[in-house]
């Protein structure tokens, strides 16, 4: 692998264009790095989650058979 040395301001532009540059396998790596990050996921986004799970599990008949749904898709 060799290694790029940047020591310039890049607008968010001007590096989606570099990015675009990249070879595919490069963009997944890319694409990888910043998804991976060690991203915090807000409790509030976390809470919405438990209350559907908790309107779930009172209310099993809300949910709905992914093979009768894609069927009228």
């Known amino acids: 692998m060799n290694p790029v040395s940047l020591h310039i301001n890049l607008t968010v532009e001007q590096l989606i264009e570099a990015a675009i540059q990249l070879s595919p396998s490069d963009k997944l790596r890319l694409g990888d790095a910043i998804w991976n990050d060690s991203y915090e996921i807000p409790e509030w986004h976390k809470e919405i989650v438990r209350a ?15 093979d009768e749904v894609s069927e009228s898709l």
């Open 52 to 66: 559907r799970i908790r309107e779930v599990d009172s209310n099993p008949d809300l949910l709905l058979d992914w």
